[in-house]
């Protein structure tokens, strides 16, 4: 059983598009994440949801919209795609942060 | 804020070499440090993780200890294999509500046989 999972594990899309990244844990994390990883590996948190709520917001554009419907669920959704976009993103979940983050295998979104 | 510094990359050693990569960090409080490997393709992997000072984080022949005077992690393995080839990046986490892991810019190791 795959702890985190990402899904798709590929996207390419075409500017402009919309498109939706969807994450799932099996662990009983209380807290989610979303990462981005740029083409240099440098990685930056996007998002925190702990038990379905917002906790963490960094300055990310308005097109990006993070949705947990419940606290194993965590989903990205993009809107008007951009070249910049194109990137690695990681989901990722943490039962208590000192133990560390169990990340998933990653979504490379390639934006044409 | 809080940050990581590793050093620049890419290393490159060949098989049975000694591995160091330099990691250090600036934080207010009492953060907890990690290293995570990626390798080529895939998600990251936790390494090792110190919590404390002093403590000693170890796992598949790798080792780091947490320095609170040098506010150092550095990462070291005796001998590297081929397969040790990957991404590895230093990370910390304030711990406090409200904050997420601060990863350094990662440092690509390369093992030749």
């Known amino acids: 059983d795959t702890a985190v999972s990402q899904t798709p594990k590929y996207l390419v899309t075409q500017m402009g598009n919309d498109k939706s990244i969807k994450c799932e844990q099996n662990?009983?994390?209380?807290?989610m994440y979303w990462y981005k990883q740029d083409s240099k590996k440098f990685l930056k948190i996007m998002f925190s949801?702990?038990?379905?709520?917002?906790?963490i917001n960094e300055t990310v554009p308005n097109r990006f919209s993070p949705k947990s419907p419940d606290k194993a669920h965590l989903n990205l959704h993009i809107n008007s795609l951009e070249l910049g976009d194109s990137a690695v993103y990681f989901c990722?979940?943490?039962?208590?942060?000192?133990?560390?983050?169990?990340f998933g295998s990653g979504t490379r979104l390639t934006v044409v | 804020g809080d940050s990581v510094t590793q050093m620049e990359g890419p290393v490159t050693l060949s098989e049975e070499a000694f591995l160091t990569i330099n990691c250090t960090y600036t934080?207010?409080?009492?953060?907890?440090l990690f290293w995570y490997v990626q390798y080529p393709g895939e998600g990251l992997q936790l390494l090792l993780k110190?919590?404390?000072?002093?403590d000693k984080g170890s796992n598949k022949g790798f080792e780091a200890t947490y320095r609170k005077e040098t506010t150092s992690f550095h990462l070291e393995k005796g001998s590297v294999q081929v397969s040790d080839s990957a991404v590895y990046f230093c990370?910390?986490?304030?711990?406090?509500?409200?904050?997420?892991?601060?990863f350094g810019k990662g440092t690509t190791l390369s093992v030749s046989s």
């Open positions: 934080a207010t409080g009492y953060p907890s």
């Open positions: 662990l009983g994390h209380d807290t």
């Open positions: 949801y702990n038990n379905k709520e917002l906790i």
């Open positions: 990722a979940s943490s039962s208590q942060p000192v133990y560390g983050y169990t």
């Open positions: 110190a919590t404390k000072a002093d």
């Open positions: 990370a910390l986490t304030p711990g406090m509500a409200g904050t997420a892991l601060i």
